[in-house]
Nanobody, 116 residues
Framework: QVQLVESGGGLVQAGGSLRLSCAAS????????MAWYRQVPGKQRELVAR???????DYADSVKGRFTASKDVGRNVLYLQMNSLKPEDTALYYC??????????WGQGTQVTVSS
């Protein structure tokens, strides 16, 4: 069964850091690309970072220079290192995996709350 499970969310003060993890099964290699999205109540889900198969990443302007997305193929994990967090980063963060000719796979989400 194809599955993504996020972890690492929590409560942090503004200026702090968190690292989110997304464990992929059966293997991270089945995904041609992976991404992190976030959503706050009443708003559309927003793309935060997208990691291509080769490992290079693109970022939303709002997180450039603060967030870094990466993947560990050997551990089957996608990461999102979040530094210099701001209250406006508060959201439910989702992991997403893309496969050709198939529906995207989503995790259940992990909550990030940044206090001012």
């Amino acid at each position: 069964q194809v599955q993504l499970v996020e972890s690492g969310g929590g409560l942090v003060q503004a200026g702090g850091s968190l690292r989110l993890s997304c464990a992929a099964s059966p293997s991270i290699s089945i995904f041609s690309a992976m991404a992190w999205y976030r959503q706050v109540p009443g708003k559309q889900r927003e793309l935060v970072a997208r990691v291509r198969g080769g490992g290079s990443a693109d970022y939303a302007d709002s997180v450039k220079g603060r967030f870094t997305a990466s993947k560990d193929v050997g551990r089957n994990v996608l990461y999102l290192q979040m530094n210099s967090l701001k209250p406006e980063d508060t959201a439910l963060y989702y992991c997403n995996g893309e496969r050709p000719f198939d529906l995207a796979t989503w995790g259940q989400g992990t909550q990030v709350t940044v206090s001012s």
